[in-house]
């Protein structure tokens, strides 16, 4: 719902009548597809290399969102791991609790 507040005044209108294009609200100067065209060509022609010219052009936006989808796989493997560890420790009866409490916390604080 947060993430969403800009389209509150779309939803009133949308309730009073029905939307027309013209209601959507426009795109950021940054998502326009001509803008981005003439960015890339403009940063090619200097490169000679499309990949550094993507690279130079993007790079820094994809590597973050890389570095978020990466950590994400890794938190997603995390919890059976957590899981399995906690398991193990109530089993054996973990010598020390600290670990224990400690790994509860972690499994059930990454959901």
């Not at 779309?10 to 939307?19: E, H, M």
């Not at 060509?41 to 790079?59: D, N, P, R």
């Not at 950590?71 to 193990?88: H, K, N, R, T």
């Amino acid at each position: 719902i947060y993430f969403f507040f800009w389209l509150n005044p779309l939803f009133k209108t949308a309730r009073k009548r029905l939307l027309v294009e013209s209601d959507a609200p426009g795109l950021p100067e940054y998502c326009i597809s001509s803008r981005n065209g003439e960015l890339l060509e403009k940063v090619w022609v200097k490169e000679h290399s499309l990949t550094k010219a993507l690279f130079k052009c993007y790079g820094f936006r994809f590597s973050l969102l890389g570095m978020l989808l990466g950590i994400s796989s890794i938190l997603s493997f995390a919890g059976p791991v957590l899981l399995d560890l906690l398991v193990e420790c109530a089993e054996k009866d973990c010598s020390d609790k600290t670990i224990g409490y400690l790994i509860a916390v972690l499994t059930f604080s990454r959901a």
